[in-house]
């Protein structure tokens, strides 16, 4: 049963930082790729960054720079390190992964920015 578990949301003001964890289980994190998505208050989940399975790593043009996505093999958890956070990036944010063409989310952790 895989299962994805995100935290480390919170209010932070602007300029401040913050690291979501999204803890796997049933699956490994090492062999695919797993994503963070951000959902803003009455729009669309977007896709905010991805590590692949080779690291190679994907970044939004509103958080390159800001945010860095990294993985720990031994814990079976990928990490958001998100600095210099702007109101902008208020919402829920999930993380995702894909496993024999079923998507698979956590239940998405709130982070609140606030000027």
């Known amino acids: 049963q895989v299962q994805l578990v995100e935290s480390g949301g919170g209010l932070v003001q602007a300029g401040g930082s913050l690291r979501l964890s999204c803890v796997a289980s049933g699956i490994t994190v090492t062999d695919r790729t797993v994503g963070w998505y951000r959902q803003a208050p009455g729009k669309e989940r977007n896709l905010v960054a991805e590590?692949?399975?080779?690291?190679?790593?994907f970044y939004d043009a509103s958080v390159k720079g800001r945010f860095t996505i990294s993985r720990d093999n031994a814990k079976n958890t990928v990490y958001l390190q998100m600095n210099s956070l702007e109101p902008e990036d208020t919402g829920i944010f999930f993380c995702?992964?894909?496993?024999?063409?079923?998507?698979?989310w956590g239940q998405g952790t709130q982070v609140t920015v606030s000027l």
């Open positions: 590590i692949r399975s080779n690291r190679d790593t």
């Open positions: 995702n992964t894909w496993q024999s063409g079923t998507g698979y």
